[in-house]
């Protein structure tokens, strides 16, 4: 099946530094990817669509100056928290969707990013 | 607004028992439905379902839609230990051309006991 591949799987870092984190579609092309956040024994709140070669759309209430989104190519979009603060500490997941007609367009996700802003 | 919710939260079972995890919706521009397994990290595909009515198997997990009713149900039988995670249903939506999102469920948390 279809691989996305996320990095990192976890990062620990202080308060007021940005951390990026990249989401990979190893053997297929995503033209739309999407990131969501997930807390401890929530579901996954999506955050933001990316499109390759556009600006990504933001879900109502996310901070599109704090979250940013960067989808350069079919195969790579990039979340960066800017500026983290211990809020935005979360378990953060990507997901590709394939290009209509290969394997049902359906979604394939990362294995997620875990992110603890001290 | 839109809407998608799971019953019940938590489940807890002895191995070898038949369980029914339930998932309605209230959405609009409705696609698909979809369930995950989600266990440590990152969800995985179990199904997705686009017509009422069309039983979907693999193995000892099925799933149905009821597109007038508005909901869907996953059944697990003879459940084993492994089975224990989170089930996660999803609904498709059409956002805007030709993408879609995801809108997700609470989620089940199912704990299969030996």
């Known amino acids: 099946g279809a691989v996305v591949s996320q990095h990192p799987s976890r990062v620990i870092c202080k308060s007021g530094t940005s951390v990026k984190i990249e989401c990979r579609s190893l053997?297929?092309?995503?033209?739309?990817m999407f990131w969501y956040r997930q807390f401890p024994k929530q579901s996954l709140m999506l955050m933001a669509t990316s499109n390759e070669g556009s600006k990504a759309t933001y879900e109502q209430g996310v901070e599109k100056d704090k979250f940013l989104i960067n989808h350069a190519s079919l195969t790579l979009s990039t979340l960066t928290v800017t500026s983290a603060h211990p809020e935005d500490s979360s378990f953060y997941i990507c997901s590709a969707r394939a290009l209509a007609g290969v394997n049902g367009g359906e979604l394939f996700f990362g294995e997620g990013s875990r992110l603890t802003v001290l | 607004e839109d809407k998608v919710v799971q019953s019940p939260l938590s489940l807890v079972v002895h191995e070898g028992d038949t369980v029914t995890l339930n998932c309605s919706y209230e959405?609009?521009?409705?696609?698909?439905l979809l369930w995950y397994k989600q266990e440590k990290k990152a969800p995985t595909f179990l199904f997705m379902l686009?017509?009422?009515?069309i039983e979907k198997k693999s193995g000892r997990l099925s799933s149905i839609l009821d597109k007038k009713e508005l909901f869907s149900i996953l059944n697990i039988t003879a459940t084993q230990t492994g089975d224990s995670a989170i089930y996660l249903c999803a609904v498709s939506l059409r956002s805007g051309g030709s993408n879609y999102k995801l809108t997700f469920g609470k989620g089940t948390l199912l704990t299969v006991n030996p």
């Open positions: 686009t017509s009422s009515g």
């Open positions: 053997d297929f092309q995503a033209t739309t």
């Open positions: 959405v609009t521009n409705f696609r698909s």
